[in-house]
């Protein structure tokens, strides 16, 4: 198989056809797929939410399918359903998640309830209806987006689900140069998510998620890691803390950020490096917090930097 770095550096370009300027953004949501993780793009309606996760989606030779949400869906619509057949039997129709690669559109656009109905898809990779699992073909990811909490006709996403993706990323409005360059590609007669093509197979995929789970870790490392998270739970700005889910992320997204950077073994640069997009999602700020404005960055960065770096590597 080729190698990682290849492969990657591959993707990067090609999705680069379609999205112009945002290599960082597109370097984090790839190290998400490598660590089997879910992503949630959130950003203002027209900076290239849905391009940036078609693109990753065209990339990979996976089955791909995309759901607008929208207040009407409901959780079986996600889920699937079963109904009688011509003989009388139940049979299993399969929802709109049975796919490897989803684009969930404006996911915060849906009711509470069909949002949860995502849970169980996210965390264990299946689906139960009427009493019957269903597993789902791996690679599988969930690409979200929403629009910002304050826009008219979204619901906020609850904290059981935004503990479930993996990584929170922005993308952010283009620089003027970027967006002149934007204007030029779509100039033209073809668009340029058109010119966005196949990379790898889910085959690639999988060993590339392989590959990262070898990556070492030292145990000063991971007591870096979990004194993090233990800050994030004692602090009287924020009203939630860190998980056990984002300790465990958080490792794994520093074991994928260490092989990009050449390495089989992590440093704590890749923690501070992976720290923003892994845990800010999952923080509530206290009313303190907010009174003194603050946001969750913020505290996030005090806290991190009260935290003693390892030095020594065993």
Same mark, same amino acid.
Request: glycine fraction near 6%.
């Given at each position: 198989?080729?190698?990682i770095s290849a492969i990657v550096s591959a993707l990067k370009q090609n999705i680069a ?128 987006t929403q629009n910002p909490v304050d826009f008219v006709g979204t619901y906020p996403l ?22 002149m360059e934007i204007l030029e590609r779509y100039c033209g007669e073809t668009s340029p ?9 889910? $085959? &690639? !995929?999988?060993? *590339?998620?392989?590959? =990262? ?9 991971? #007591? ?44 704590? $640069? &890749? !923690?501070?490096? *992976?720290?923003?997009? =892994? ?9 303190? #917090? ?25």
């Open positions: 198989m080729t190698s056809r379609a999205v112009v300027g945002k290599d960082d953004v597109v370097e984090l949501m790839l190290i998400a797929l490598l660590c089997e993780g879910h992503v949630l793009i959130e950003d203002v309606p027209g900076v290239g939410k849905t391009t940036l996760a078609s693109a990753l989606a065209r990339s990979l030779s996976c089955s791909f399918r995309r759901i607008q949400f929208t207040p009407d869906i409901t959780p079986s619509d996600i889920t699937g359903f079963t109904m009688p057949n011509l003989s009388g039997e139940m049979q299993y129709r399969p929802g709109a998640i049975m796919s490897q690669i989803v684009l969930a559109d404006e996911i915060n656009r849906t009711s509470p309830k069909t949002q949860s109905a995502l849970l169980e898809v996210m965390e264990e990779r299946q689906v139960t209806v009427d009493g019957v699992t269903y597993p789902l073909a791996r690679p599988f990811m969930v690409l979200a609850p904290e059981a689900q935004m503990d479930r993706f993996f990584m929170r990323i922005s993308i952010g409005y283009p620089s003027v140069a970027d967006e998510m058109q010119t966005v093509g196949v990379i790898c197979s889910s $085959e &690639d !995929v999988l060993a *590339m998620q392989q590959e =990262v789970k070898t990556v070492y870790c030292a145990k000063e490392v991971r #007591a870096y890691i979990a004194a993090i998270c233990a800050a994030t739970r004692d602090t009287a700005y924020l009203n939630l803390g860190a998980s056990t889910r984002a300790a465990i992320a958080l490792l794994h997204a520093s074991q994928a950020n260490a092989l990009l950077c050449g390495r089989d073994y992590i440093i704590p $640069e &890749d !923690v501070q490096h *992976m720290v923003p997009s =892994v845990l800010c999602h999952r923080l509530v700020l206290s009313s303190e #917090a907010r009174m003194r404005g603050y946001s969750a960055p913020q505290v996030l960065g005090e806290l991190l930097s009260s935290v003693r770096i390892p030095v020594k590597l065993k």
